[in-house]
């Protein structure tokens, strides 16, 4: 089986599991010997690097994940636009006087690709959810569509997890980005267990679908991702 040299992990939503599976796919794929890099180009609501939650964070995650040390440059390396404030990438940059444009985005990933040696695979967390603004004229799906990568959607296990997961299903469809499949993160609370939303969404996105419970392995069944 081919492995993929890179992939963009997508959300049908906000705060649904987008980093917990990213790390739990970084954590399989280095247990079967595959060299990775995960990146998460933009991050808002990022504490201090000196300050102890650093290691909660979105980066501090990603970055224990593949077992790198938290620095200024593993930080940098993988996060190198970081907001304090707790808000979709425009607003919280507006907030400390900062702009990102597409261009400047799109162009560091793609040097990070171009730099990735044989055999490893680059993973691209992306923020908030597909539609979310990044920019003051970009959205997540400008993004993922000018990476030219074929993405991994996360979905919640929430109560409307299914309709948006298949909404942001189409979304991609319409605008022909390469679906490598679904994980169902678990959502704290949820009326009816992952496994239940992951067959109701199955059932329609003719995709690989799987599930991610909290405390377990990322699931199997992915082409290029086994």
């Keep these: 089986m081919t492995a993929l040299p890179a992939l963009f992990v997508i959300g049908a939503g906000t705060e649904i599991g987008k980093t917990y599976t990213t790390a739990a796919l970084v954590r399989r794929l280095r247990g079967r010997g595959r060299r990775v890099r995960a990146l998460k180009p933009l991050a808002s609501g990022v504490p201090p690097l000196d300050h102890p939650d650093f290691a909660e964070s979105d980066t501090g995650r990603l970055l224990a994940a593949q077992g790198l040390a938290i620095t200024r440059e593993s930080v940098g390396a993988c996060s190198p636009w970081r907001f304090a404030a707790p808000l979709a990438p425009d607003l919280a940059a507006a907030r400390e006087g900062r702009s990102l444009t597409l261009v400047e985005l799109v162009d560091w990933c793609r040097a990070r690709l171009v ?55 189409e979304t991609l469809r319409a605008h022909g980005v390469p679906l490598v499949g679904i994980v169902v993160s678990e959502s704290e609370g949820a009326p009816t267990p992952p496994e239940t939303v992951a067959r109701q969404i199955a059932r329609h996105a003719d995709v690989p679908v799987g599930c991610l419970s909290w405390g377990g392995a990322f699931p199997d069944g992915f082409i290029g991702l086994d």
Excluded: F, N, R
């Design 115 to 169: 730099e990735a040696e044989d055999g490893e695979i680059v993973v691209i967390e992306g923020v908030g959810g597909l539609m979310s603004p990044i920019t003051e004229a970009a959205t997540g799906l400008d993004w993922l569509k000018s990476q030219e990568i074929p993405a991994l959607l996360v979905s919640g296990s929430y109560l409307g997890a299914i309709s948006h997961a298949l909404t942001a299903v």
